[in-house]
């Protein structure tokens, strides 16, 4: 079964920082893009960042950017959102995704239609 799983979530006050992790079970990260998201109650789901499997290039939403960064550890399978200088607007649920064929080039890859495979999601709160 080919699964998502998302950690490092949490509860952090304003300007804290975190790391959220992807890995994934039953398939190689290696050969996706992989994008985060985020959603809160009554939005819809949005695209913060995303990488490349071949290149390592990556797009940022303008919300993350300066802010946010991705990156991948092939060797270990793993995908991580660093997040610093947290806003409670920053609070949401954090998915990772897997696109098959997706090029991290601009702002499609930051459209949840664009992936194949979901986690569960992590939930961050940004609270003082």
């Known amino acids: 079964q080919l699964q998502l799983v998302e950690s490092g979530g949490g509860l952090v006050q304003p300007g804290g920082s975190l790391r959220l992790s992807c890995a994934a079970s039953?398939?190689?990260?290696?050969?996706?893009?992989i994008g985060w998201f985020r959603q809160t109650p009554g939005k819809e789901r949005e695209g913060v960042l995303c990488?490349?499997?071949?290149?390592?290039?990556?797009y940022s939403a303008d919300s993350a950017k300066g802010r946010f960064t991705i990156s991948r550890d092939n060797a270990k399978g793993t995908v991580s959102l660093r997040m610093n200088s947290l806003r409670p607007e920053d609070t949401a649920v954090y998915y990772c995704?897997?696109?098959?064929?997706?090029?991290?080039?601009?702002?499609?890859?930051?459209?949840?239609?664009?992936?194949?495979?979901w986690g569960q999601g992590t939930q961050v709160t940004v609270s003082s």
């Open positions: 995704a897997a696109s098959i064929g997706g090029y991290c080039s601009g702002p499609r890859l930051l459209m949840w239609d664009e992936y194949d495979y």
């Open positions: 039953g398939f190689n990260l290696d050969y996706y893009a």
């Open positions: 990488i490349n499997s071949v290149d390592g290039r990556t």
